[in-house]
């Protein structure tokens, strides 16, 4: 009926994000047994948590005037004054950084935040040079994919490949071979990585960070997983800042992610951009999530539920999920786990399948599984690259009821076995 403009069609368009998200919502909305959601990033519902959210909120029906002043007042752009000074005390009391509130701003969700940051540093400069996001490892955080208004706003680097048990193997970042262009205009991961749960290490970090410095572009890290909170990460790592990093925090992996809270902790230029870039698209963002978590910053109690609720729950959902793949799959087909670092998902890896991994979605959808298509995160590669390994690998979350994930994992081995005798019959 009307015509879209390219960046209308880009953002209002078919899009790996917005199919998973609407699988999500569907799901989730029609509930019952017959649905297995394995394939959005949707927090357990943990009922520590959840009641710690119930007490909260009686807390703030208790407190004159405070539910008036969350949902009857505007917070300035960069988010709620008090909420923001909690946080920059918390990182300076923990970590030594030197933060200050001028380092923080808030956003709609850390989605919202990467929109902003990639267009922020990204794209056709004034000078007319266009510059790009250069992630160092792919496959990547599907939501990245399609945020920005042109083409080529991602320049992708492959990773190495590293196998780590008989059905296990590792993505290392390629330092061989990376290479920083003049065309890069930020460093991007995410620690723990979405959708693999790959955890770069302290060294890898260390090693970007010291490449973008020198290049004197930031190094942007997503935390959505990460620590300090919500600390949903398998390994000892060490958080780390300074003013060449970007780093990117939410509240929805804690439990809260209706609330839409992302936050920024950057040099203090692009804080205050983020803040009037909120300004413009949404004049202010939501109050509730802040309101909730603010006392929880002041006591520290953030990084207590962190460490000893969420962090061993999700231990034991990813031990789970792995011995009921190794159970259920046995030795019918090839395949292997990418190692669980951190995060809420496992990522198969099914050599020389012969179908591609969004075949292999389809036919799992229509038993009521639903599961991402590997070959939508890795996004970014030169059109040259020819992978087939890319249209091998599954993203699935454990985060689901036990007999949801069971099940969705018995089907997944019962569809790619079916795969393997049509192409065998074939022959």
């Known amino acids: 009926m009307f015509e879209f403009s390219k960046m209308g069609l880009r953002l209002g368009g078919k899009s790996g994000i917005s199919e998973l998200m609407d699988d999500l919502g569907h799901a989730l909305a029609a509930g019952g047994e017959n649905i297995k959601m394995l394939g959005g990033g949707q927090p357990a519902h943990i009922p520590e948590v959840d009641a710690r959210w119930r007490q909260r909120l009686q807390e703030m029906t208790e407190q004159e005037g405070e539910w008036e002043r969350v949902l009857g007042n505007y917070d300035p752009p960069r988010g709620n004054p008090a909420f923001i000074k909690s946080l920059a005390g918390l990182l300076q009391r923990e970590f030594s950084w030197p933060i200050t509130p001028e380092h923080c701003a808030i956003t709609s969700g850390g989605q919202t935040a990467f929109f902003f940051l990639f267009h922020l540093l990204a794209g056709e400069m004034p000078d007319g040079r266009k510059k790009k996001i250069l992630l160092p490892l792919v496959p990547e955080y599907i939501g990245y994919a399609n945020q920005s208004v042109r083409e080529d706003l991602f320049h992708a680097h492959p990773p190495r490949i590293e196998f780590t048990g008989e059905h296990e193997f590792k993505y290392r970042v390629d330092f061989d071979t990376l290479v920083v262009g003049d065309d890069i205009a930020a460093i991007c991961v995410s620690r723990p990585t979405n959708p693999t749960g790959n955890v770069l290490t ?3 970090i260390a090693r970007l960070a010291a490449l973008a410095k020198e ?6 890290i997503d935390n959505a997983y990460g620590a300090p909170f919500p600390n949903i990460i398998f ?3 060490t958080p780390v800042w300074n003013e060449h990093i970007i ?3 939410s509240l929805s992996k804690l439990g809260l992610p209706g609330t839409r809270t992302g936050i920024v902790v950057a040099h203090p230029q692009v804080a205050a951009a983020i803040a009037k870039m909120s300004a413009v698209v949404g004049l202010a963002n939501p109050n509730i999530g802040q309101a909730i978590v603010r006392p929880m910053l002041e006591s520290g109690e953030i990084l207590s539920m962190s460490r000893e609720v969420l962090r061993p729950f999700y231990i034991e959902k990813s031990r789970l999920a792995q011995q009921w793949v190794k159970e259920l799959f046995a030795d019918d087909f090839s395949y292997y786990i990418h190692r ?7 990522w198969l890896w099914f050599p020389e399948l012969p179908i591609s991994s969004r075949e292999l979605y389809e036919r ?8 991402i298509s590997g070959h939508y995160f890795f996004f970014g590669l030169e059109d040259s690259v020819e992978w087939k390994h890319r249209h091998e690998c599954l993203r699935m979350t454990f985060t689901m009821a036990e007999n949801i994930v069971h099940d969705g994992i018995r089907i997944i081995g019962e569809e790619v076995k079916r795969a393997w005798q049509e192409s065998t019959n074939k022959k």
């Open 202 to 204: 302290d060294e890898e």
């Open 215 to 220: 290049k004197n572009i930031p190094l942007i």
């Open 235 to 237: 390994t000892e790592v």
């Open 247 to 249: 780093l990117t925090l």
């Open 340 to 346: 669980s670092e951190g995060a809420l998902f496992l």
């Open 364 to 371: 799992l959808k229509k038993r009521g599984v639903l599961i």
